[in-house]
């Protein structure tokens, strides 16, 4: 009857039927056996058995029927009459039937309510988002909810009247031992327990995932533990997101840029590390106070003009202002600002990313300005350039008209080599600038009397500096001083130091070259001072700091310009550096002259005993007349070279190419071969290679003409059989000088 509930067909069936098999029974089989005075006993189980299988109407109808039927068969006598006593026994009957009837309506009502209440359990449990288990007092299943049957693997029928260990397996996160079964602590415990942290759960499959739960202990009403309830859930999502808000705020916190966060009336509710550095304050001393603090009091309406926008839901991107720090300073930052909105899409704050740019805008304006100069220095160079192309035009004019006039030409020819000297020193400084940067520039060190130096440099300034009608004075320590140096860049050095003296003088001033050897507490002195003071226009004390700069002129202005291109200077400094010395520069300003200070480490070893050199004396004899085979593919330096060398008084022929020059070589057969590496058709290495394997060839005095003058270009040419290397352009002194080694008179 339990498990099917009410039935009211078979309550009145049986009824019926009931009543019927009592009335036959107990008037065939029972009627000898049975008192006659207890006629209606037997149609109590009538009542009973139909109140049992369909409650109270069927009950009732079994007492209705059984009443009647009893009372005609056993009870009535003559029909319907009934003696005086039975009324009672009938009442009795019928009261004892209503009784059971109702008795038994009670108990389904009751059992009715009890179902409903599991029902209603049940579908709860399955509604519930968690997972629910629910154990005996023995920690066996009892009862499984549909989320707890999906995480742990077990269907519910698997899993009812198992331990409660089988079907809920969990080990700690790290250690991987076993978690003390929450259902044994409850028990023991009688209280609601909650597992530890980093709990995994060990699903039926295997498949691990990490719960969060509790269990509490099932009590009836006297408080007698009759199981336990275990309720958990998955945390995988939970833990995701928990680890992406960690690493969002490990980004936040260790951004370089500040991140600040602030509600909509500007209050500051988060500042990370990054603007704990920019603006100087920490959180502590932020948090909660307004966003103003850190905006320069000019800049009254930024506020509510970017809150107006924040309002409208619009971010604010890039936006470049200034900010202050606690210390009072100003600084300038990029700020990108959005709005934070909540669930609804209402602006609730908003974060503010700040970077401080004042280093880029720094970068920026020195590339302004590095930009601005390079474009003076173009406008400069083409200037420098130009200038000595005038008088050298209006030389060959005068030369064309008057070159039967012999001052004239002497004059003529003094402004010409005046100005290409000027051409060729602009062009040398450029080039020595460019093979520096590219580190291409070596330097020949080796042990030099500064004297000699000084000397060099002066001889090549003297006409400069009395062009300008200045006064000289050069002042040298008793004692040699010898210097670890490259004596060409050195005096390179001294005399690009004195020529700017000269240059920024006015006419008849007064420039003195001193060299000192500053000794400390009586100790040889191991640094000599070079000093080259001038009486000339000086440099203000704001272009003092960049004087050595690229380009830097103190007077950019192109007429005033005094034939330079601005990196003079700068080539003072990096090949005093190159030489392990410092240069400084004094001066108290405009008008009161300018000192540079060159320091250069002094070398007190002996020197070591050079080999003699061949001496002043054969120089000075002339080359005897030889026969040179110039190579070179410009028609005007060749021409130029021969005229030269005809004058000098030499027999020369000229090839354009390197094909020409083989062949010439092998019928001309010169003693020296001026041969450019650069030509058309064979290159000058290969011309000399050719040359060298014919046995005409194997003495022929081979020079390679060339623009480039490294230890590396040098040892190539060698390779290919050169016997000298000589940088062009090659100055008639110096091509006498190198005939004279190559040809003596002998020859
Ligand atoms: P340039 O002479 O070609 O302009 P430099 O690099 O030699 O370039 O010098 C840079 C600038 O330094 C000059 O343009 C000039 O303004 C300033 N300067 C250099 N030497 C002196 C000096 N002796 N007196 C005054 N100003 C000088």
Redesign the pocket.
């Known amino acids: 009857m339990r498990g099917q509930g009410r039935q009211h067909g078979l309550g009145y069936l049986t009824a019926v039927v009931a009543t019927a098999a009592v009335v036959l029974i107990r008037r065939f089989l029972l009627a000898d056996i049975l008192e006659p005075d207890a006629p209606l006993y037997l149609f109590l189980f009538v009542v009973t058995a139909a109140a049992w299988f369909g409650g109270l109407k069927a009950g009732l109808l079994a007492t209705a029927l059984s009443t009647l039927a009893g009372t005609y068969y056993f009870i009535a006598r003559d029909g319907w009459r009934i003696a005086d006593g039975d009324g009672l026994r009938i009442g009795i009957f019928v009261v004892s039937g209503a009784a059971i009837s109702c008795f038994a309506e009670a108990m389904y009502r009751s059992w009715d309510r009890a179902d409903r209440q599991r029902e209603a359990l049940r579908i709860t449990l399955s509604s519930i988002g968690d997972a629910v288990i629910a154990t005996d007092a023995d920690g066996r299943v009892t009862s499984l909810n549909p989320v707890a049957a999906a995480l742990t693997g077990w269907t519910r029928d698997e899993a009812m009247g198992r331990p409660l260990e089988d079907v809920f397996r969990i080990v700690n996160e790290e250690s991987r031992l076993p978690v003390e079964n929450p259902v044994k602590k409850v028990l023991a415990e009688g209280r609601i327990v909650g597992l530890a942290n980093h709990t995994l759960l060990i699903a039926k499959d295997g498949k691990e995932l990490p719960i969060d739960d509790s269990a509490a202990p099932i009590e009836d009403a006297e408080g007698a533990i009759r199981g336990v309830v275990l309720i958990f859930r998955d945390m995988t999502e939970r833990r995701r997101a928990e680890r992406t808000r960690l690493r969002l705020a490990a980004i936040v916190e260790s951004s370089d840029d500040a991140i600040i966060g602030k509600d909509m009336d500007g209050i500051i509710h988060s500042w990370n590390r990054g603007a704990e550095r920019l603006y100087g304050y920490t959180a502590k001393e932020v948090i909660g106070k307004p966003v103003s603090l850190l905006m320069p009091p000019d800049h009254p309406d930024e506020f509510p003009s970017i809150m107006e926008r924040l309002k409208r839901g619009e971010r604010v991107d890039h936006y470049e202002t200034t900010r202050v720090r606690k210390d009072g300073q100003r600084f300038d930052v990029s700020l990108s600002i959005s709005p934070i909105k909540d669930d609804g899409g209402r602006v609730i704050g908003a974060s503010a990313i700040a970077r401080d740019i004042t280093e880029r805008k720094r970068l920026y304006q020195q590339l302004l300005e590095a930009d601005r100069r390079k474009d003076e220095f173009l406008a400069t160079l083409a200037h420098e350039l130009r200038n000595p192309l005038a008088p050298i035009r209006n030389a060959l004019q005068i030369l064309r008209l008057a070159s039967d006039n012999k001052a004239t030409v002497e004059q003529v020819r003094t402004i010409m080599e005046r100005q290409l000297q000027q051409m060729v020193r602009l062009i040398d400084d450029l080039m020595d600038v460019s093979r520096i940067t590219r580190r291409k520039l070596q330097l020949r060190k080796e042990r030099v009397d500064l004297a000699t130096v000084v000397r060099n440099a002066v001889e090549t300034s003297r006409p400069l500096i009395e062009t300008a009608g200045h006064e000289l004075t050069v002042t040298l320590l008793m004692e040699s001083i010898h210097v670890e140096a490259d004596e060409a860049r050195l005096a390179q050095i001294l005399s690009?130091l004195l020529n700017?003296?000269a240059?920024?003088?006015e006419r008849g001033g007064h420039i003195w070259l001193t060299v000192e050897a500053e000794s400390e507490g009586g100790q040889p002195s191991r640094e000599v001072l070079i000093r080259v003071k001038?009486t000339?226009?000086?440099?203000p004390a704001d272009q003092l700091p960049h004087?050595f700069e690229m380009f830097?002129?103190?007077?950019y202005s192109l007429e005033r310009s005094?034939g330079?291109?601005?990196?003079?200077?700068?080539l003072v400094k990096w090949l005093t550096e190159m030489h392990g010395g410092t240069v400084e520069v004094h001066?108290d300003g405009p008008n009161k002259g300018?000192e540079?200070i060159v320091r250069l480490p002094i070398v007190t070893e002996q020197p070591t005993q050079q080999p003699s050199s061949s001496g002043d004396g054969e120089c000075k004899v002339a080359a005897g007349p030889c026969k040179v085979l110039i190579v070179e593919d410009s028609e005007d330096t060749a021409t130029s070279m021969r005229t030269i060398l005809l004058m000098m008084g030499h027999d020369v022929r000229i090839a354009h190419d390197g094909i020409q020059a083989v062949e010439a070589a092998g019928s001309y057969l010169p003693d020296v071969v001026l041969l450019d590496l650069s030509l058309p058709k064979l290159s000058g290495y290969e011309v000399a290679r050719q040359i060298r394997q014919q046995m005409w060839g194997k003495n022929m005095k081979l020079v390679a003409l060339t623009g480039w003058g490294q230890e590396e270009d040098k040892r190539r040419s060698q390779q290919a059989g050169f016997d000298q290397h000589v940088t062009k352009p090659l100055e008639p002194a110096a091509l006498e000088e190198l005939l004279r080694k190559l040809c003596p008179p002998s020859a």
């Open positions: 690009n700017n003296a240059k920024y003088t001038d000339g226009i000086g440099i004087i830097r002129q103190v007077d005094q330079g291109l601005g990196i003079g200077l700068t001066s300018s540079f």
